[in-house]
């Protein structure tokens, strides 16, 4: 059908609209992964450095002789135990050496050496703990650590900071499974969204696609004058029902306006288009319940019916009557009468639709030859010659 290519377009259209939406989604969620990434490295940091900050705060006190060093320390591992921010934050503590002084959920690990302990990867994170905090002072590390009730190795991101006058390392981290975890819960929210909206744009679209699918299919098959069909869509109609299975076969009647050109010499064009537009109506009136009605060029008109060559004469009789006993009222004090001349023919098996149109115009015109408002059959007609 001629509107296939446009709902191909419109269905191409909403899934390069789907596509991008759902590319956009991913390309927000990038960044948006990597601006939380950066605010809880930020977190992070931020957390270590208030620990370190009580940590010089302790030391100071050792220096001005209000705690030993032994005292201060734990003092330090006791406040620091029990401090916890976020769902999973936490502190740990170790040496330079690679012990660890105090880890709240691996209580095991305490007094024990890690500077050999590998990652499910093989690296040895304690080294790079160490390696990162001599080097720079401070800085990330990342490895896979159980999480706290969890036996679970789940990738860890840390930031470790040291404590030159004890040697000490502190560090606190962030599990990049809980970071991920809320970046799938936002993508699966936008997913809904974006289905949700795309959906209701399948919806509207296809509300508009049907709206503006039958104003194109008006504007294309229809006559904006007679509201009759255009001679484009007869000549596409026209052999479709030719090869259509009927048990009458398929007859055209051929209308033609008399003196039409008067009419607009007399009224003017635009009175012409109102005799031109009542007339068209007479005739889909009396064609009930026939529809298939042409404007075919001007003042001339076609029909297609499935009938006998005497029901059609019967139609365009009522049509030709109907036509002559209008009155058009051009004003309080003038009227006048118009008259329609017709041509019958008949399909026969080896006609094509042209051949058809063709032979019942030439019996419009045999009607028009004797006198006007008459109608004239094919088999009135048959082998005369044209005159």
Same mark, same amino acid.
């Given at each position: 059908?001629?509107?296939?290519? /446009?709902?191909?377009?419109?269905?191409? =259209?909403?899934? *390069?609209?789907?596509?991008?939406?759902?590319?956009?989604?991913?390309?927000? *969620?990038?960044?948006?992964?990597?601006?939380?990434?950066?605010?809880?490295?930020?977190?992070?940091?931020?957390?270590?450095?208030? *620990?370190?900050?009580?940590?010089?705060?302790?030391?100071?006190?050792?220096?001005?002789?209000?705690?030993?060093?032994?005292?201060? +320390?734990?003092?330090?591992?006791?406040?620091?135990?029990?401090?916890?921010?976020?769902? !999973?934050?936490? /502190?740990?503590?170790?040496?330079?050496?690679?012990?660890?002084?105090?880890?709240?959920?691996?209580?095991?690990?305490?007094?024990?050496?890690?500077?050999?302990?590998?990652?499910?990867?093989?690296?040895?994170?304690?080294?790079?703990?160490?390696?990162?905090?001599?080097?720079? @002072?401070? #800085?990330?590390?990342?490895?896979?650590?159980?999480?706290? @009730?969890?036996?679970?190795?789940?990738?860890?991101?840390?930031?470790?900071?040291? /404590?030159?006058?004890? #040697?000490?390392?502190?560090?606190?981290?962030?599990?990049?499974?809980?970071? !991920?975890?809320?970046?799938?819960?936002?993508?699966?929210?936008?997913?809904?969204?974006?289905?949700?909206?795309?959906?209701?744009?399948? $919806?509207?679209?296809?509300?508009?696609?049907?709206?503006?699918?039958?104003?194109?299919?008006?504007?294309?098959?229809?006559?904006?004058?007679?509201?009759?069909?255009?001679?484009?869509? =007869?000549?596409?109609?026209?052999?479709?029902?030719?090869?259509?299975?009927?048990?009458?076969?398929?007859?055209?009647?051929?209308?033609?306006?008399?003196?039409?050109?008067?009419? !607009?010499? +007399?009224?003017?064009?635009?009175?012409?288009?109102?005799?031109?537009?009542?007339?068209?109506?007479?005739? +889909?009136?009396?064609?009930?319940?026939?529809? !298939?009605? $042409?404007?075919? @060029?001007?003042?001339?008109?076609?029909?297609?019916?499935?009938?006998?060559?005497?029901?059609?004469?019967?139609?365009?009789?009522?049509?030709?009557?109907?036509?002559?006993?209008?009155?058009?009222?051009?004003?309080?004090?003038?009227?006048?009468?118009?008259?329609?001349?017709? #041509?019958?023919?008949?399909?026969?098996?080896?006609?094509?639709?042209?051949?058809?149109?063709?032979?019942?115009?030439?019996?419009?015109?045999?009607?028009?030859?004797?006198?006007?408002?008459?109608?004239?059959?094919?088999?009135? *007609?048959? @082998? =005369?010659?044209?005159?």
């Amino acid at each position: 059908m001629r509107y296939s290519k /446009f709902k191909k377009h419109m269905l191409t =259209l909403s899934l *390069v609209s789907l596509i991008s939406m759902i590319v956009l989604l991913f390309v927000i *969620v990038w960044h948006l992964y990597s601006a939380i990434l950066k605010e809880r490295k930020i977190l992070i940091h931020s957390q270590v450095d208030t *620990v370190m900050s009580l940590m010089h705060e302790v030391y100071e006190d050792t220096l001005e002789g209000k705690l030993t060093k032994v005292e201060a +320390q734990h003092q330090f591992l006791e406040y620091i135990e029990k401090l916890k921010y976020s769902d !999973n934050g936490y /502190f740990w503590v170790l040496n330079t050496k690679g012990v660890m002084l105090m880890h709240p959920y691996n209580k095991s690990s305490v007094g024990q050496s890690l500077i050999h302990s590998k990652d499910k990867d093989g690296k040895f994170f304690v080294k790079a703990f160490i390696t990162t905090t001599q080097h720079s @002072g401070s #800085g990330f590390v990342s490895y896979y650590w159980t999480k706290p @009730g969890d036996d679970v190795l789940a990738q860890k991101l840390s930031y470790v900071a040291l /404590f030159k006058p004890w #040697g000490w390392i502190v560090g606190t981290g962030l599990y990049v499974s809980d970071l !991920n975890r809320e970046i799938v819960s936002q993508i699966y929210i936008g997913l809904l969204i974006i289905i949700g909206l795309f959906l209701l744009s399948i $919806f509207v679209s296809l509300q508009l696609y049907k709206r503006y699918l039958t104003e194109l299919r008006e504007v294309a098959i229809f006559d904006r004058l007679t509201r009759l069909y255009r001679r484009s869509y =007869l000549d596409e109609i026209g052999p479709r029902m030719l090869k259509e299975e009927h048990s009458l076969p398929l007859s055209v009647i051929f209308f033609d306006i008399d003196f039409f050109k008067k009419v !607009n010499d +007399q009224y003017g064009h635009n009175y012409g288009d109102n005799v031109l537009s009542a007339i068209s109506s007479i005739i +889909q009136k009396e064609l009930l319940p026939h529809k !298939n009605v $042409f404007r075919y @060029g001007g003042e001339e008109m076609v029909a297609l019916l499935h009938a006998t060559e005497e029901e059609c004469r019967m139609f365009a009789e009522k049509v030709r009557f109907t036509t002559a006993e209008h009155v058009f009222h051009y004003s309080d004090s003038e009227h006048f009468h118009i008259t329609i001349s017709a #041509g019958v023919a008949i399909a026969s098996p080896q006609d094509s639709f042209s051949d058809i149109v063709r032979r019942a115009d030439r019996c419009m015109y045999f009607a028009k030859a004797r006198g006007r408002n008459k109608v004239v059959t094919e088999s009135e *007609v048959r @082998g =005369l010659p044209d005159e």
